[in-house]
């Protein structure tokens, strides 16, 4: 844990420095408060988020009458951690129902970071002894397949898939159906994302998830989102959200921007919480993610 802290706080002091500088100034006028607003939307919290911290902080500094710098940050990494959502759960739902496989669709955006995380996860599944099965579900790339196919070799874990061009909802329905024989805890399902229309992928990917439920119940659709994205991101995330009930977020290349305030813009935005965190392009770079760890980190 506390190399997460480390890590993080490498990429997303700057944010927290940049706050802590300008409430450590004594009294602050208008302009030092537009400042720290600036601050907060550079870093991608988004409008909503940023006007209701600046109220509350300026409340809770007014009333208390604050004027040391220890107090103000104080107050501000307990606002930060409110805003970030202190009590949202954020376990992996990966455990099945009378013995059936839980069951965990990953979906996103190409090139956000699916296939790494299905594989990441994997490997923290298989660190806690749990049995894993992966499925090969994005069937348009002969590459993810591969791709994914070299992580559960690296893991240790067997993957399904079918022919290049097969039907993704098909390759699911195998995955989960031999989870369901061979008594695996988890099968981890990564599928496509081509996002070429809204309706192209709700079929897709609603097929995917229909199919499978024919095996047994998906226990969590896990959104993949590339935190150097931005606004693209959250509006490609809203896309998939309309699509399949998202119920956790894993964010992305967290190692690639100091924007970090995208964790709070995209909770707001689906109303689901980020789960993980990807901070690096390595195998063991997924983190849990965690609120107060992760405002430390910014604090840092
Ligand atoms: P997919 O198309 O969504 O399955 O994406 P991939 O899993 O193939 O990942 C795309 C690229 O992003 C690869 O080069 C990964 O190594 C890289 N990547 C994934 N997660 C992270 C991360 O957390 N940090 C960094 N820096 N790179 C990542």
Redesign the pocket.
């Known amino acids: 844990m506390m190399r997460l802290r480390a890590r993080l706080a490498r990429s997303q002091s700057s944010l927290g420095k940049g706050l802590l500088s300008l409430l450590g100034g004594g009294k602050l006028s208008d302009d030092d408060w537009e400042e720290i607003e600036d601050t907060l939307l550079a870093a991608d919290v988004g409008v909503g988020p940023t006007t209701e911290l600046v109220e509350n902080l300026r409340a809770r500094l007014s009333t208390e009458g604050v004027s040391d710098t220890d107090r103000a940050r104080t107050i501000l990494r307990e606002e930060l951690i409110g805003l970030v959502g202190p009590s949202l759960d954020r376990t992996l739902h990966s455990t099945g129902d009378d013995g059936a496989p839980g069951v965990v669709l990953v979906v996103?955006?190409?090139?956000?970071?699916?296939?790494?995380?299905?594989?990441?996860l994997a490997r923290v599944l298989v660190a806690e002894e749990k049995t894993v099965l992966l499925g090969a579900a994005?069937t348009f790339?002969a590459a993810?397949a591969d791709?994914l196919e070299t992580w559960g070799e690296r893991v240790g874990v067997p993957t399904v898939r079918g022919p290049e061009g097969g039907d993704p909802a098909s390759v699911g329905f195998d995955a989960v159906k031999r989870g369901i024989t061979e008594g695996t805890d988890v099968v981890l399902v990564?599928t496509a994302?081509r996002l070429h229309t809204k309706a192209g992928l709700m079929d897709e990917l609603g097929k995917v998830k229909r199919v499978v439920e024919k095996q047994a119940p998906v226990t969590e659709v896990l959104l993949?989102i590339?935190?150097t994205t931005g606004q693209n991101g959250l509006t490609q995330a809203r896309v998939f959200s309309e699509v399949v009930d998202v119920t956790g977020v894993v964010l992305?290349?967290?190692?690639?921007t100091a924007k970090g305030g995208i964790v709070v813009a995209v909770q707001r935005e689906l109303g689901v919480p980020v789960k993980f965190?990807?901070?690096?392009?390595g195998a063991d770079?997924?983190a849990p993610f965690d609120a107060e760890e992760f405002v430390d980190a910014l604090l840092a």
């Open positions: 996103g955006v190409n090139g956000t970071g699916k296939t790494t995380t299905v594989g990441r994005d790339r993810a791709q990564d994302g993949v590339d935190a992305t290349k967290l190692d690639g965190v990807g901070l690096g392009e770079d997924l």
